[in-house]
Nanobody, 125 residues
Framework: VQLQASGGGLVQAGDSLRLSCAASGSTIRHYVMGWFRQAPGKEREFVAGITRSGSTTYYADSVKGRFTISRDNAKNMVTLQMNSLKPEDTAVYYC???????????????????WGQGTQVTVSS
């Protein structure tokens, strides 16, 4: 499966952005999907995940209440709505697919098999 992330940009603190992850080559309906981010000089970190049906979501504490992950399996797409953005949210954001654990949202990047190319989000203060 190929993943293409888009929607990043330069915004001010307090603004919103909506990231999209479009999948091709295979359906993602069987996979847990996740969003990760990586800031310069830091390790890649989990942001949000969603189960196959979309019935369960899980968020990093740092984004809980501000970000919302959703999916549309018919469109083969996952989105990340980001509200009340902060300068510390600045990073490259990646979508990823976990093909091995259909029921559990795992937070380690090593658990995800397919990755998009990343989209830059920059939040100015």
């Amino acid at each position: 499966v190929q993943l293409q992330a888009s929607g990043g940009g330069l915004v001010q603190a307090g603004d919103s952005l909506r990231l999209s992850c479009a999948a091709s080559g295979s359906t993602i309906r069987h996979y847990v999907m996740g969003w990760f981010r990586q800031a310069p000089g830091k390790e890649r970190e989990f942001v949000a995940g969603i189960t196959r049906s979309g019935s369960t979501t899980y968020y990093a504490d740092s984004v809980k209440g501000r970000f919302t992950i959703s999916r549309d399996n018919a469109k083969n797409m996952v989105t990340l709505q980001m509200n009340s953005l902060k300068p510390e949210d600045t990073a490259v954001y990646y979508c990823a697919a976990d093909t091995s654990s259909p029921w559990t949202i795992r937070v380690g990047p090593q658990s995800y098999d397919y990755w998009g190319q990343g989209t830059q989000v920059t939040v100015s203060s």
